[in-house]
Nanobody
Framework: VQLVESGGGLVQPGESLRLSCAAS????????MSWYRQAPGKERELVAT????????YYADFVKGRFTISRDNAKKTVYLQMNSLKPEDTAVYYC??????????WGQGTQVTVSS
């Protein structure tokens, strides 16, 4: 099982980034996919979730209207489009795969730094 995040980097406030998380080794389409983030000295927090069965995604209040989660089951990839980035969005971003009754899978994370 692998979850490999990519797309992080250093950007200025107001700019955009698109994160990707490529999955392998499990039935991707049967798993709910989430993005979490962890800033230095803070706990890991949920950013957004996209369920396995479609439906509306969930967003944390602090990213509503700025971030969009999407998934491509054919490519076994989940994305996080991040617009209007703020310095407080600086964190390591992780993807997580969850299915009922199964242990979750985590990626290794990708660093996002928003700074002028």
């Amino acid at each position: 099982v692998q979850l490999v995040e990519s797309g992080g980097g250093l950007v200025q406030p107001g700019e955009s980034l698109r994160l990707s998380c490529a999955a392998s080794g499990f039935a991707f389409s049967s798993y709910g996919m989430s993005w979490y983030r962890q800033a230095p000295g803070k706990e890991r927090e949920l950013v957004a979730t996209k369920g396995s069965a479609g439906g509306d995604p969930y967003y944390a209040d602090f990213v509503k209207g700025r971030f969009t989660i999407s998934r491509d089951n054919a490519k076994k990839t989940v994305y996080l489009q991040m617009n209007s980035l703020k310095p407080e969005d600086t964190a390591v971003y992780y993807c997580k795969a969850v299915s009922w009754g199964q242990s979750p899978y985590w990626g290794q994370g990708t660093q996002v730094t928003v700074s002028s």
